[in-house]
């Protein structure tokens, strides 16, 4: 009895438009969204341009930010040295002395925050031999779910010349880095240039 007392009796509860059904998928934030809030949350910093020029003003306010000068950073890419007039170097004394490594990358990876590299932008250097400070221009159309999707996007691209060296650059977090636990681990001071 107590049963039908409650179903009758009870006070029906305003609905909360926020709550879903079980059964419905969970709304999930845009691809973007996720990368960047991922991405954030580990300390790196995101710049979104809307176009080159502005890449060349956020370029020279991090440099700014950091007290550091163009001598001070090098790139293993032709386009990027050109436009941002930049040393290209591979010689590893030269790269020994940069502060500043300024790079593109294959896939932004949004469940993680990470950056999915390869011989294709860092030649043959681990990430141990790039600078605490990187640089990383990448555009809108780069993004990965995840790491298996970004390795899969790769073996698509490069069907007939796979790119070695692949691996993924982490944003290092100052604040929550400063255990003796995370020391030596390969995580950077990263700056994603997005366009």
């Known amino acids: 009895m107590s049963f039908w007392k409650n179903l009758f009796n009870s006070k029906k509860e305003p609905r909360d438009e ?13 691809i973007e969204i996720t990368f960047a809030h991922n991405f954030t949350e580990k300390g ?26 163009k001598s001070d950073v090098f790139t293993l890419d032709q386009e990027i040295s ?19 490594a300024f790079i593109k990358c294959e896939f932004l990876i949004a469940n993680t925050g990470g950056i999915l590299i390869s011989s294709n932008q860092i030649k043959n250097l681990n990430l141990a031999q790039l600078p605490e400070y990187i640089i990383v221009e990448a555009k809108i159309n780069q993004f990965a779910n995840d790491v298996s999707e970004g390795m899969s996007k790769i073996k698509a691209f490069y069907s007939k010349n796979l790119p070695s060296n692949i691996t993924t650059l982490n944003a290092k977090n100052n604040d929550k880095e400063s255990d003796f636990l995370s020391h030596g681990n390969s995580s950077k001071n990263i700056y994603l240039l997005l366009q």
């Open 44 to 69: 790196g910093r995101f710049l979104f341009t809307e176009s080159k020029k502005d890449s060349k003003k956020f370029f020279k306010k991090i440099l700014e930010e950091n007290n550091f000068k």
């Open 18 to 30: 926020k709550s879903q059904s079980p059964f419905m998928p969970e709304k999930k934030d845009p």
């Open 82 to 100: 050109m436009f941002f007039e930049i040393d290209f170097t591979e010689e590893l004394f030269i790269l020994k002395k940069k502060k500043i």
